[in-house]
Structure formats: C-alpha cells, structure tokens
C-alpha cells in the first residue's frame, strides 16, 4: 500500500511545480560528496557540478566539540526540493539553540536541482537519502559519536521520518512539517489552480496523510519530535489528531508531539517567536540527562526536573511557579511560604541556548496578590496572582520587557 502512495505522488511530481532558474549555490562548490567524508567535520575538497549529496558543517559560529566533549551528533536535512535554494537555506532557529548548546550539526545537503529531473523521484530520493544516512551515521559511530538524531523541514522533515524507519539504533528524530515535497493542489497567491481541474483538491494531500501515518507507526529511534503546525501550506487536512492516536499506541518510544493546536502557524512557524518555548522543551526533552519514559511527553510539567537541574535550582520548601517567557525561556519563581522572606527565581537557557542558566535570591514586595522585586537597581521583576496562574514581567538590560506565565508546581519544590 505504501507504494502505492508513493507511485501516486510520483504521478503528482510529474504535473508538479515548475523549476526555478536558481543558479547553483557558491556554497555547495566548496563541500564535498558523502562517500567522500570519512570523518566528521573534516574540510572536503571541491565537487563538481553534478555531485547530488553531499555533508557539511551547519555553523561557522559553532565548530564542532566532537564525540569527546559534544552531547551529539543531529544530521539536518533541508525543506526544498525542486529548485537548488536548499543546501543555501540554513536549519531552523531551534537547531543553532542546540549547537549552542553542545550539540554538533552537520547538513546533509541534497543537489535538487539533479534528483528532480528523475522519475518517482520521492521513492528514488529516499532511497538515496538512507543510504547516504547510513554512511554518514556509520562514520560518526565510528568516531564515537553515543547520541545520533535525524532532522529536517519540510520536505527534509518528511525525508528523516522515512529513512528512519529503516536505521537502526537512533537517539532521536525531529520533523517540523514533515511533507513530501508535493503540493496538495490548492491555490496560489494568484488564485491560479496547481493541479489539473480533474484531479481531487486533496489529492496530494491524502497521498502526505497516508504516508505520515506509516512513518509515525515504523519509525522507532528513542525520541522522537514532531510538530504539524496549522496553516501548513503542504498539508490542508489535520494529522494532530491521528497522530495523537497512533503513538498513543506505542510503548517503545517517547515522543513529544506539537499539533496544530499548539499556537505555530506555517511550513516555517518553526522559526518563529511563537516556537520558542517549544524549542526549549525540545531541548529539554532531548537532554541526554533526562530519561523520558515511554509514551507522551508534555511540557510543563515532564520537562521540570531537567529544567531545574539546569538553573542550579535547589527549593527552599515554598510556593513553586514554572513556565516559559514570550521569549522561551524556562522561569522559576518560588515564593516564600506565609509571604515573609526571600524569593528564588530561576532561569534557563533559552530557545537559542545563549543565556547561561542561573539561580537567585531576591526580596520581593508583596501588595495583596501583587508583588515586586528588584533584580538589579535598574531592572524590575513585577508578578501578580491569577488563580492558578502567576503573570511576570521583567525589565531587560535593552529596554524591553520579558512576559512569563507560570503555574504552580504541585507539593512543596
């Protein structure tokens, strides 16, 4: 049946989008072909034009630790497909996060522009991308890399889900907006129709349904992450629900899945502020100190242990608050019982991993279920009681203001 759907989406890519006149990019003439790389980070030597994959570094800014010092290796597979912009369009914003914070991220590039022209090319490029995998992940288990995790966008998203079915031993996969690289026949910007008029709305659309359906009930690494964002320009129907259904089901894996309910919006909601909190829980998730237990993992709650661990918290026996800011960071807030003594508050690394998590006292001022307290002689942390919620503000060196809404933790933290 699988097949199925894949020779149906191959008929789809035949009256697909047309190919864009991009040039090749300057940056994939200075990298190399996979079977070429025998070691992690290693400087390749040009390729030529007609070289299809190919593996580099994803961040000048961020050298990478190696398997001695890095908490792991993520393999990055981008969102395009039909017109060589990909291997030039950076990771997502959540995935510079983890490189700063110790995670080593490699990009195993993809030449579109050569596998387009192929026929059934969705069967053909998975095929390709497993096999390319394989070696890179070979070669990183060689040079004792512990902790592997395959990721992608898009089209890449929907790439890693696949290939992952079939590679064994995977510490974690990641897939924002997984797709096939087909449209689903809806309208462009210019109210012109992208597939023939006798062909279903959805019919792409079914062909992506059905497919993530499959790679949610075989992929098995130890962790998994995916988001379906609303709005997803590939993707009209919602695969949140089912999703929540088949893994549900299993018992071998733990997953952290944000559906279309979870407030991000669009194929690249991934690299929005609305994401941001997500980013962190996924890091947190992905901690290679926190053991998740099988089945779902909910932030806000399973994430607390590891969060705090990372600020340095140690509780005092008052009121716990935990939650993220408007910009993802973990806060911690504990006031002190019966309303007398010292505050602790407690804050993370943040989405893009650049703030040094830290723990510290402070004196509030309590006016009723208002409170405030001085961080710094300039800078202001400002909380009020609402039920079951405790709503922040605090100033920031910049001017600007931090928004956090807490919830209370139960027992005594």
Not at 84 to 93: D, E, K
Not at 267 to 282: I, R, V
Not at 319 to 325: H, I, R, V
Request: aromatic share 8%; charged share 20%; glycine share 10%.
């Amino acid at each position: 049946m699988r097949r199925l759907y894949f020779a149906l989406a191959a008929l789809a890519l035949l009256s697909g989008p047309t190919v864009l006149g991009a040039q090749p990019q300057q940056a994939a003439q200075k990298t190399a072909p996979i079977e070429e790389v025998t070691v992690i980070g290693r400087r390749p030597t040009p390729v030529t034009p007609t070289t299809s994959y190919w593996v580099e570094d994803a961040y000048t800014t961020y050298p990478l630790l190696g398997p001695n010092f890095a908490q792991g290796l993520v393999i990055w597979n981008h969102a395009d497909y039909y017109n060589s912009l990909g291997p030039a369009v950076p990771p997502i914003r959540a995935m510079e996060g983890m490189a700063a914070l110790g995670w080593d991220i490699v990009r195993l590039q993809r030449n579109s522009r050569i596998v387009q022209r192929r026929a059934d090319t969705w069967n053909l490029e998975v095929e390709d991308v497993e096999e390319n995998l394989q070696k890179q992940i070979d070669n990183a288990r060689a040079e004792g890399y512990a902790r592997i995790i395959v990721a992608g966008q898009e089209m890449g998203g929907g790439l890693a889900l696949e290939a992952s079915e079939r590679v064994e031993g995977l510490y974690g996969v990641i897939a924002f907006a997984p797709n096939t690289g087909i449209e689903w026949c809806g309208r462009t910007s210019h109210g012109k129709m992208t597939c023939p008029e006798d062909q279903p709305l959805d019919f792409n659309a079914e062909i992506i349904l059905q497919q993530t359906g499959d790679q949610l009930r075989l992929v098995h690494p130890a962790r998994l992450f995916v988001l379906f964002p609303k709005d997803d320009a590939e993707m009209p129907h919602l695969r949140g629900p089912m999703a929540h259904e088949i893994l549900g089901q299993r018992t071998d894996l733990s997953y952290l899945l944000v559906d279309e309910t979870g407030g991000v919006s669009t194929n690249t909601g991934a690299d929005k502020p609305e994401f941001d909190a997500y980013a962190s829980c996924m890091d947190l998730f992905l901690q290679p100190d926190l053991t998740p237990k099988p089945g779902e993992f909910h932030c806000n709650s399973d994430e607390v242990p590891a969060a705090l661990a990372e600020m340095g918290v140690k509780p005092h026996g008052g009121e716990g608050w935990f939650g993220y800011s408007n910009r993802g960071q973990t806060i911690y807030l504990e006031l002190p019982s019966g309303g007398r003594g010292p505050a602790f508050y407690g804050w993370g690394a943040g989405a893009n991993g650049k703030t040094r998590p830290g723990f510290r006292a402070v004196e509030p001022k309590v006016s009723g279920d208002v409170f405030t307290a001085a961080l710094d002689p300039d800078r202001v942390m400002r909380g009020v009681h609402l039920g079951v919620q405790l709503r922040l503000t605090i100033d920031q060196d910049d001017g600007t203001r931090t928004a956090a809404v807490l919830h209370r933790l139960p027992g005594n933290s």
